[in-house]
């Protein structure tokens, strides 16, 4: 890996060693020419070169993506694009490893806005479904869809309010953008090495223009196979010391039985081994993704004269098929209080320690235990995600100085996702653990037999349903008018108004009661017969030490027996966790660009004015009476915002441009934290969240600076500096509470917390997170950026080119972490870095490219606090690399082979310990830690 970083990073150091004789080299090139012996510009470098030409023409902060040609966008995916910009971060999707969501500038991602064609838009998919939270999931869409994304970090006054973070506008493409007859084809072929699977993908797209029409249209398909395996604690880790209190101190309860006969604690006290960490769970991950993508883009156009009419629309269906398996201990809420009671089962389950070891540097307890518990489990799931947009766009140049649009749109987004978790236990079992060099397939093993389907008991079965909808309606007017001002001076003035209604609805469903009487007609013999030893899920890494075959259960088992679209049916709808929501946008701006001169250098500014009023309605259900019965609600509320905004640019010298923006900007809080009353987001975690519907929105004064060296043609280097001030910030408050004062039903946590008989214990620990807007917060960083094509250089060399960026963040949390001993750990719930390298080679009919991409670490979950052991937990630092190669036949021909995740990249969340006196727990206390394997595609295209 560290070869491979120089490696990318060598044409760097060559451009910056060598730039400034290339410039001069240049220049006295550039005027021996002839202006007709013009360079075209192809491939990777001309998209880079186009974005680079919109950077300059900006007055704000904007940085943007373009296809090279119609139809043919530079990545497969636009938010792996977009990770190449400065101040992005990327977050994938845990299950198939593609880009998902992005971070800006170190906010949520929940801090950005994305629109379409300049109309709002919002969709989810896969694990996000359910969360209600504002954003917008681009693994939803081929990237071949698009044909230019702009990407603005500091606020101007004509667009829309609430991207606190920025805002990311995706421009599907028009025939009249290539005013010609164009065919354009891609196939490939994916390999994935971890699930040894291979998957088609197609693309082709239809333009062309007749005098003053204009007809576009594509379609993509697109299929991927995604296996990962590895370690999970789903937890973290707690001592007996700790899990034992009242209330629990840590993440989990657990009390180690030293009153068993068998204990034997060797040469250790008692205080070492109490003392020292197990994991909540000790398991082995696998699962299996099955995804499908399809999408159709169309667009018919009108041109002529100053009219400007268009009709476009745009479509896409993601489905996922996901597997997953686990198997290994259940450690969590183990204690002794009966010991005549059955071995391993409640009352009886607390872990005898018999011959342990305690490993000095980690302080983790392994060896061999008495009276463990296996739990074998499967969870199935499916998802879909349709999406659907169409817009009336037009454009009218009523005069050589005044320009009309207008915009009509609607889209709407549907969102279902639905599984079945199905798990047995083996009980009281003598097993022997242990860590070794890898804590990612680490070993287990014991004299009873996993594969002996009679040892199986204690079965238990979980199955949920979820819709999200978004819904959106958005019609706009803009006036443009270009004037003259004294001094040579001109300005543009840029006015309008618009009007957004947008509805967000979840409906989520517990059939787990209906499925749980099922499993009881069955009875134990029944549900046995239903168990295989034959593993679901091939191709999986499961380590030396740790056995590779046990009892489970089939997907067909799962859904033919306990058919969670039948047991999720409309009598078991939750009210505590579905609601409907509104928001009505009412916004007029007015803005103006100016330009002239100022000491004979050319300066831009742009100064204007924003105003919104939100009214937002809410359909839930809220708890009411003295029963606590679940009834319909309602709330409704409104607020208003002025946002000024103002951007300049400066021409230092002819290749130098100096940057400074100011403006207000504002953030709606989550709908889930908005619209829903006291839920549990995870089933699987006993913490809770309660809805605050009367948040306001987050505020943000927002001060840019940059300065920009273009320093020949298609080059640039620059570093900037942002600060946001927010006020009106939300922020999380946790509480210790039990789950009998929630007043929620016993499904609303997984079967991993129920008893036999489907209760919950009502004083099980829960964390309950409640939401406030907060004080003022600060975020500041600076970000830096190269980009060069090394045309300087001789032949056949001059094809090289890199561009790299970097972003710092300053450390950023809502709430301070605080060790036992009172001392405050500084915490950043988001990356304090990232950074991005590309490397690429463009002669001729070879073009190769290869990109690292890498963010540090940062807080994991929302804004954890220390819960009494010490343990802060993180989400690792990681990065990617990716590359392709292509070789150009002809333009009807191009062979080119796509390498995403070559560093086969280890993804892990880990347990520092805040005291110092355990280490890091970066390669030993891990969490989750999975691998996802390489992905390797193979595939022709061209033009026709």
């Not at 840029?494 to 517990?510: L, Q």
């Not at 405050?824 to 950074?835: F, R």
Request: hydrophobic letters at 35%; a neutral charge; zero cysteines.
């Amino acid at each position: 890996m560290k070869k491979t970083i120089l490696a990318t990073l060598l044409p760097a150091a060559l451009a910056a060693a060598y730039g400034g004789s290339a410039l001069a080299q240049e220049a006295a090139a550039s005027a021996a020419a002839a202006p007709e012996n013009t360079v075209v510009i192809t491939g990777f470098r001309s998209s880079l070169q186009k974005a680079l030409n919109l950077k300059m023409q900006a007055i704000g902060v904007r940085d943007s993506i373009v296809a090279e040609d119609i139809g043919k966008f530079p990545e497969a995916n636009v938010a792996e694009s977009l990770q190449r910009v400065p101040g992005v971060i990327l977050n994938r999707d845990e299950s198939s490893a593609e880009g998902q969501r992005i971070s800006i500038r170190g906010l949520p991602t929940e801090y950005s806005v994305t629109t379409l064609n300049g109309a709002p838009v919002n969709t989810t998919s896969t694990s996000t479904i359910g969360s209600a939270a504002r954003g917008f999931n681009y693994d939803v869409f081929a990237s071949e869809l698009f044909g230019r994304v702009d990407f603005y970090k500091s606020p101007l006054a004509e667009l829309t309010e609430g991207g606190l973070g920025g805002i990311v506008d995706l421009q599907t493409p028009r025939p009249f953008d290539n005013p010609k007859r164009t065919v354009r084809y891609a196939l490939s072929e994916s390999y994935n090495t971890t699930s040894k699977h291979a998957d088609p993908s197609g693309f082709a797209l239809y333009s062309n223009t007749w005098n003053e029409f204009g007809f576009l249209i594509g379609g993509s398909h697109g299929s991927s196979v995604n296996n990962r395996s590895g370690f999970e604690a789903t937890g973290g880790y707690n001592s007996s010391a700790r899990g034992s209190q009242s209330p629990v101190k840590g993440n989990f309860a657990v009390t180690l039985d030293y009153d068993d006969p068998r204990a034997n604690l060797g040469a250790y006290t008692r205080a070492q081994v109490d003392n020292a960490l197990l994991p909540r769970i000790y398991r082995f991950y696998g699962s299996a993704n099955d995804r499908t993508r399809d999408g159709l883009v169309s667009s018919l156009q009108y041109k002529s004269g100053g009219l400007n009419l268009s009709l476009d629309t745009l479509y896409s269906k993601l489905k996922n098929t996901r597997d997953e398996m686990y198997f290994g201990l259940l450690v969590r809420n183990s204690k002794t209080t009966n010991p005549a009671a059955p071995a391993g089962q409640a009352g009886h389950n607390g872990f005898v320690p018999m011959n342990v070891k305690i490993d000095p540097e980690s302080n983790l307890l392994t060896g061999t235990f008495g009276n463990t518990s296996y739990s074998s489990g499967v969870t199935y799931s499916q998802d879909e995600t349709k999406f659907g947009y169409v817009s009336l766009n037009g454009r009218w140049a009523a005069s050589d100085t005044l320009v009309l649009s207008g915009q009509l749109s609607s889209n709407d987004s549907k969102a279902l996702s639905y599984q079945d978790t199905l798990s047995g236990q083996i009980f009281g079992v003598t097993s022997t653990i242990d860590y070794g060099s890898d804590h990612v397939y680490p070993s287990l093993s014991s004299t009873s037999s996993y594969t002996d389907l009679n040892n199986y008991q204690g079965f238990d079965i979980g199955t949920g349903w979820t819709r999200e909808t978004d819904k959106a309606k958005q019609g706009r007017l803009i006036a443009d008018w270009d004037y003259q001002l004294p001094g040579e001076w001109k300005g543009h003035l840029k006015a309008g108004v618009s009007y957004v209604d947008t509805t967000k609805g979840i409906n989520k469903r517990n059939g787990t009661a209906l499925a749980k009487a099922t499993m009881n007609q069955l009875g134990t013999a029944g549900i046995r017969s239903g168990m295989t030893t034959q593993l679901p899920i091939g191709n999986l890494d499961m380590g030396a030490g740790w056995p590779h075959a046990w009892g489970t259960f089939t997907r067909d088992y799962a859904y033919s027996t306990f058919n969670p679209l039948v047991n999720n049916a409309e009598s078991t709808f939750t009210p505590a966790q579905s609601f409907t929501a509104g928001e009505k946008v009412t916004t007029g701006f007015v803005q103006s660009d100016f330009s002239g001169k100022v000491f004979e250098h050319d300066l831009r500014f742009n100064a204007g004015l924003r105003y919104s009023r939100t009214e937002t309605d809410i359909d839930n259900y809220k708890q009411q009476g003295a029963s606590l019965v679940y009834a319909p609600n309602t709330e409704s509320g409104s607020y208003h915002n002025l946002l000024p905004a103002f951007s300049a640019a400066f021409d230092v010298s002819d290749n130098l441009m100096w940057r400074a923006s100011w403006g207000k900007t504002i953030s709606r809080a989550s709908l889930s934290i908005i619209a829903a009353q006291t839920v549990i987001p995870n089933p699987f975690d006993n913490s809770a969240t309660a809805g605050n519907p009367n948040l306001r929105p987050q505020q943000s004064k927002n001060l840019d600076t940059s300065l920009e060296w273009y320093f020949q043609p298609g080059s640039l280097l620059s570093a900037a500096y942002f600060k946001k001030d927010l006020t009106d910030a939300t922020v999380a408050n946790t509480s210790n509470t039990t789950f009998g004062a929630l007043g929620l039903p016993d499904t609303a946590l997984g079967a991993i917390f129920q008893n036999a008989q489907g209760k919950v214990d009502p004083n099980l620990p829960m964390t309950l997170r409640s939401y406030t807007n907060a004080g003022q917060q600060t975020l500041k960083g600076y970000e830096l950026a190269y980009q060069q094509a090394f045309s300087f250089l001789p032949e056949p060399f001059k094809g090289f080119g890199a561009l790299a960026s970097y972003t710092h963040i300053n450390p950023f949390n809502s709430a301070k972490w605080i060790t036992n001993a009172g001392k405050e750990i500084e915490v950043n719930s988001v990356p304090k870095y990232a950074y991005s390298t590309t490397a690429y080679y463009e002669n001729g009919p070879l073009a190769v490219r290869l990109s690292y991409n890498y963010k540090g670490r940062s807080l994991h979950g929302d804004n954890p606090r220390n819960l009494g052991d010490d343990l802060i937990r993180w989400r690792a630092a990681r990065g990617y690399l990716d590359g392709n190669i292509s070789y150009k036949i002809n333009d009807m021909l191009e062979l080119r082979i796509d390498a995403m995740n070559l560093s086969n990249t280890l993804s892990y969340d880990y347990f520092e310990d805040a005291s110092g006196q355990f280490g890091s727990g970066k390669k030993t206390r891990m969490d989750y830690a999975k691998y996802d394997g390489r992905t390797i595609k193979f595939g022709i295209r061209g033009k026709l």
